[in-house]
């Protein structure tokens, strides 16, 4: 089965503060996502990537950016950590079925 | 833009009995439907998928039949066990897959014994 991972699981971060969550497949996916799931919302799309070099918006990519510096990594940065950007947040990669990664509880205080 | 609705929140169940969850989409586009598992502090799971219209696909139980006439992609079990317990997931494909997934809210199935 792929094989997604994610660093850290957990993170404390304070307003304004800047966070990185990092994602590594090593299945050799071309296609990888950043999800964040809350309560009411399900699981919605912040940024993707086609392949390294390249990152495309999602469906809710303010206060976000994302890196794909390889074939294996994809990074989620919040530059300026605000409250609302308290939540779960998933890795996932794939062609057409995704693989997600367990998950990084981000709580911003 | 591409929609998916689950309609139950919440379906609350005894051990046995079967269960239907309901999942309909909205796309301009030929879709490819998903059911994701996700038990309590765990990563979603591919449960089933199809693109095949009118066939019915099957894994661990469950099954689900995509209607392109309805738009539907219902997902059923027969008899609920315990372990079935978890945040179920509908999930669409629609345009371009490469560009992620469309989910719905989610269904959370309770079995009790």
């Known amino acids: 089965e792929a094989a997604v991972t994610q660093s850290p699981r957990n993170k404390v971060a304070v307003t304004g503060g800047k966070v990185t969550l990092s994602c590594n497949q090593t299945n050799n996916h071309n296609n990888m996502y950043w999800y964040r799931q809350d309560t009411g919302h399900g699981l919605r799309l912040i940024h993707y990537?086609?392949?390294?070099?390249?990152?495309e918006k999602g469906d809710i990519p303010d206060g976000y950016k994302a890196s794909r510096p390889s074939q294996e990594n994809f990074s989620l940065i919040l530059e300026l950590a605000t409250p609302s950007q308290t939540s779960v947040y998933f890795c996932?990669?794939?062609?057409?079925?995704?693989?997600f990664g367990p998950g990084t509880r981000l709580t911003v205080l | 833009g591409d929609s998916v609705t689950q309609t139950e929140g919440l379906v609350t169940l005894t051990k046995g009995l079967p269960v239907m969850l309901n999942c309909t989409y909205q796309t301009t586009y030929s879709p490819f439907l998903f059911w994701y598992v996700q038990h309590l502090n765990e990563a979603p799971k591919l449960l089933l998928k199809?693109?095949?219209?009118?066939k019915r696909t099957e894994h661990q139980g469950f099954y689900a039949t995509l209607h392109k006439s309805s738009s539907s992609f219902h997902l059923q079990k027969s008899s609920v066990q315990l372990s079935d317990s978890a945040l179920y997931f509908c999930?669409?494909?629609?345009?371009?897959?490469?560009?992620?997934?469309?989910f719905g809210l989610g269904t959370r199935v309770s079995v009790f014994p």
């Open positions: 199809s693109s095949t219209d009118n």
């Open positions: 990537s086609y392949g390294a070099g390249s990152t």
């Open positions: 996932a990669s794939g062609e057409y079925e995704q693989y």
């Open positions: 999930a669409l494909s629609g345009n371009n897959y490469a560009q992620g997934l469309t």
